[in-house]
């Protein structure tokens, strides 16, 4: 008889993460059922909201103000399951924050296709961006790409 070989829950948990599908969206990285849970919650709030304001506002407001009302409302519930939402689901981004170097800012010159000795020439006629790339220590960078390009 064989035995089947049992697997840890560190394997499933590591197997779990690894199964995991992400959805991008504006930008944004996101998990499918936190996307649904959060279309769920943000409906419903609102809508609860609005029909709350059409329940209970009869009574203390015009009957012309009321749908306005409750629309207002709604607009609220809208707002309050947009906090709600970001408390329950952080985000999933991973940021990775690397030093300029010219070889990382002649690649992305070559990227976006652009002629490093041009721009060189349009920041150091504008003093506005020469002082900004100088107190971001990064106009050495562009002028060590720039004087590469010339020679």
Not at 31 to 50: D, F, R
Request: aromatic share 6%.
């Amino acid at each position: 008889m064989s035995k089947k070989p049992e697997s840890s829950s560190a394997d499933l948990n590591n197997y779990s993460k690894k199964k995991k599908t992400y959805l991008e969206i504006l930008g944004d990285t996101i998990l499918p059922n936190q996307l649904l849970l959060a279309i769920l919650l943000s409906v419903a709030i609102s809508l609860g909201g609005y029909n709350i304001g059409l329940w209970l506002l009869p009574s203390i407001a015009s009957e012309g103000m009321v749908a306005s009302y409750s629309l207002l409302i709604g607009i609220l519930g809208s707002v309050i399951s947009l906090v709600i939402c970001s408390i329950i689901f952080k985000p999933k981004r991973i940021l990775i924050e690397e030093e300029t170097s010219s070889e990382s800012m002649k690649q992305v010159f070559e990227d976006l296709q652009l002629n490093p000795v041009e721009e060189l020439e349009l920041i150091e006629n504008d003093p506005i961006t020469k002082k900004e790339l100088e107190e971001l220590g990064v106009l050495n960078s562009f002028r060590e790409l720039g004087g590469e390009h010339k020679q």
